[in-house]
């Protein structure tokens, strides 16, 4: 079975950096689009960036220019840049494929930005 791990969350102050990676077990990256989501308290889950097969990426609105996702197929991992955190980053972050599949999801990484 597939397993995906997050790890490089943390405390930061407003305007830092940390740099998430998600090791998937097996290489369900290597024919899918992957993606990173967040999610805070009471509220769903949701895709902030996306890598293509090919390595395109694209963001949502409130982290383009701050934040940069990139990926190794041959290492199976997939990771996540993040500058210039704002308190609103804070949440739980994973990683899955895009679309997600919900047999591949883990425990998340927790990200958590001081004003």
């Known amino acids: 079975q597939v397993q995906l791990m997050e790890s490089g969350g943390g405390l930061v102050q407003a305007g830092g950096s940390l740099r998430l990676v998600c090791t998937a077990s097996?290489?369900?990256?290597?024919?899918?689009?992957a993606g990173w989501y967040r999610q805070t308290p009471g509220r769903r889950r949701d895709l902030v960036a996306i890598?293509?097969?090919?390595?395109?990426?694209t963001y949502v609105d409130s982290v383009k220019g701050r934040f940069t996702i990139s990926r190794d197929n041959a290492k199976n991992t997939v990771a996540l840049e993040m500058n210039n955190l704002q308190p609103n980053d804070t949440a739980v972050y994973f990683c899955?494929?895009?679309?997600?599949?919900?047999?591949?999801w883990g425990q998340g990484t927790q990200v958590t930005v001081s004003s």
């Open positions: 899955n494929t895009v679309p997600a599949d919900r047999n591949y």
């Open positions: 097996g290489s369900i990256f290597r024919l899918r689009a």
């Open positions: 890598c293509t097969v090919g390595g395109s990426p």
